[in-house]
């Protein structure tokens, strides 16, 4: 009996388990122990303690620190994936307990979405929703990539709708749809007439791109750089609207993803694939790790395409997928 005793775990902070795992959870997501200690509202000293008795308790590293930086260690990923589900679901037992007695058609969904996604993919798949959830308050937050991920962190939505090239470690992402990359100019453009249009073809004009701390514009770079073709830029704009805009003006040229191109875009603009050069650009739902969806979130995913995220996925943890 005394030998179990001696290799039973051993917890001590304050004989409190939920609180240290809701500031592991919290310092997952935002990698950072001040961070976390605000969106607690406690302090830094306290979040620190609370994942040193994990640490002692576990007998692991959780985080590999860099700095100010806090990323989870693989022990950590996997703790993760055991402990987020369940912090949720106690933090949220309250919401849902009260959502599940108002019964299944009220409530509210928050989706953060960049501006091509809600104006181009979303139209349908929330008019379906509505259709079917009438009481349900639905909000559209138009945010870019970087803005969305900030919010699932945060918890201020359920779930994002876009694309991803790179995937962080406390999100999974469930592409759905693909889109090829197109070569967009005025009619009157000298490759206008051209039909087989190559990298080198876009050298002599410059290219209309969006800014270059977004992922775009540092993917038409590494094509063009692996390429060895050397390209130049006419402007840095963002929005792929404001894009077709000027590229109809006659400013310049872009590369853009067929998402954002409609009917009335081709009576004014010339399109020509480039799916040669570029792999073709995914949009899906993206979620936080060990984020509890509700039905209402289910539904809406449901819509975008059935069976997209089986039970598993809701609460998979690990490396993330590229």
Same mark, same amino acid.
């Given at each position: 009996?005394?030998?179990?005793?001696?290799?039973?775990?051993?917890? $001590?902070?304050?004989? $409190?388990?939920?609180?240290?795992?809701?500031? #592991?959870?919290?310092v997952a997501r935002l990698g950072s122990i001040s961070r976390a200690a605000e969106a607690l509202f406690l302090s830094q000293p306290a979040v620190s303690l609370q994942i040193q008795a994990l640490e002692r308790e576990f007998g692991t590293r959780l985080f590999?620190?860099?700095?100010? %930086? #806090?990323?989870l260690s693989e022990d950590g990923t996997l703790l993760y994936g055991l402990v987020a589900p369940l912090?949720?679901?106690?933090?949220?037992?309250?919401?849902?307990?009260?959502?599940?007695?108002?019964?299944?058609?009220?409530?509210?969904?928050?989706? &953060?979405?960049?501006?091509?996604?809600?104006?181009?993919?979303?139209?349908?798949?929330? *008019? *379906?929703?509505?259709?079917?959830?009438?009481? +349900?308050k639905l909000t559209l937050h138009n945010v870019t990539g970087a803005g969305g991920l900030e919010m699932l962190r945060a918890d201020k939505v359920?779930?994002?709708?876009?694309?991803?090239l790179d995937v962080p470690n406390d999100i999974r992402y469930a592409p759905a749809y693909n889109f090829d990359p197109m070569l967009i100019m005025p009619p009157d453009h000298p490759l206008a007439g051209k039909q087989?249009?190559?990298?080198?073809?876009l050298s002599p004009y410059g290219l209309i791109l969006?800014?270059?701390?977004?992922?775009?514009? %540092?993917f038409v770079d590494l094509v063009f750089q692996r390429a060895r073709v050397p390209y130049t830029v006419a402007m840095e704009v963002g929005g792929w609207e404001i894009i077709k805009q000027y590229v109809a003006m006659g400013m310049g040229i872009s590369i853009v993803t067929s998402i954002c191109l409609t009917p009335a875009d081709h009576e004014r603009l010339v399109a020509r694939s480039l799916a040669?050069?570029?792999?073709? %650009?995914?949009?899906?739902?993206?979620?936080r790790k060990g984020k509890f969806l509700s039905?209402?979130?289910?539904? #809406? +995913?449901?819509?975008?395409?059935?069976?997209?995220?089986? &039970?598993?996925?809701?609460?998979?943890?690990?490396?993330?997928? %590229?």
């Open positions: 009996m005394s030998e179990d005793r001696d290799h039973a775990p051993r917890f $001590s902070y304050k004989g $409190s388990r939920l609180k240290p795992l809701r500031a #592991f959870c919290q590999q620190r860099q700095g100010r %930086r #806090f990323d912090v949720d679901g106690l933090d949220g037992l309250h919401g849902n307990f009260r959502e599940a007695l108002q019964g299944q058609g009220t409530g509210e969904l928050q989706i &953060a979405a960049g501006t091509s996604t809600i104006i181009h993919l979303l139209p349908p798949i929330v *008019a *379906a929703f509505k259709a079917a959830h009438p009481d +349900v359920d779930l994002a709708v876009g694309s991803m087989d249009i190559t990298l080198s073809d969006p800014p270059q701390r977004l992922t775009t514009y %540092r040669r050069y570029f792999p073709s %650009r995914s949009y899906g739902v993206v979620l039905k209402h979130a289910r539904a #809406f +995913v449901d819509l975008i395409k059935p069976d997209l995220l089986d &039970a598993r996925d809701y609460y998979h943890s690990g490396h993330s997928d %590229r």
